[in-house]
């Protein structure tokens, strides 16, 4: 559900953005997202699994917290937050014993594409932060901060398994 809602979000933002770089950057993100919702879709299907819908997001989570993001900074330092959890949680789930080699399958092309969206971020921010160093400081340690309250509430919810 965070990947279909993120990828409807950037492509949200996308329609806003006139720097053409950025807009690429941005669209391709969304669709990458999209596609994500998809593989997970696939891949719970494949292993007998039954998907549900749900409300329930990392975005939802992040927003009971601090708000909803205002802004192109704020929304791409959330999203660079949010990667940097997923990246870790993907590689932590891979190490486990027993992972469905279907699932390893998934986890292995996500954690790919994962690192061209870390990647993007990261620059984009890097050129925000010089003009702009306080907010785009103030920005990651505040989404940071609330990511670590999302990730260990969710721990707590749902347990290991369901929590990415």
């Known amino acids: 559900a965070?990947?279909?809602y993120g990828g409807l979000v950037l492509g949200q933002?996308?329609?806003r953005v006139r720097e053409p770089e950025l807009l690429l950057e941005l669209i391709r993100h969304s669709a990458e997202e999209v596609v994500h919702a998809e593989?997970?879709?696939?891949?719970i299907l494949a292993v007998g699994g039954a998907p549900r819908p749900t409300r329930d997001t990392y975005q939802s989570r992040y927003a009971?917290?601090?708000?909803?993001?205002?802004?192109?900074l704020q929304v791409l330092a959330l999203t660079q937050v949010f990667e940097r959890r997923v990246y870790r949680h993907f590689t932590e789930h891979l190490r486990r014993p027993a992972v469905h080699p279907l699932v390893q399958t998934t986890l292995r092309r996500m954690l790919e594409e994962e690192k061209g969206h870390l990647s993007w971020v990261k620059r984009w921010l890097h050129v925000q932060a010089l003009a702009r160093p306080e907010a785009v400081h103030d920005a990651m340690r505040r989404y940071t901060k609330a990511d670590r309250q999302v990730y260990e509430s969710l721990m707590e919810d749902y347990g290991y398994r369901q929590a990415a």
């Open 2 to 4: 965070s990947e279909l």
């Open 13 to 15: 933002v996308s329609r």
């Open 39 to 43: 593989l997970w879709t696939a891949t």
């Open 64 to 72: 009971a917290i601090v708000g909803r993001p205002a802004g192109l």
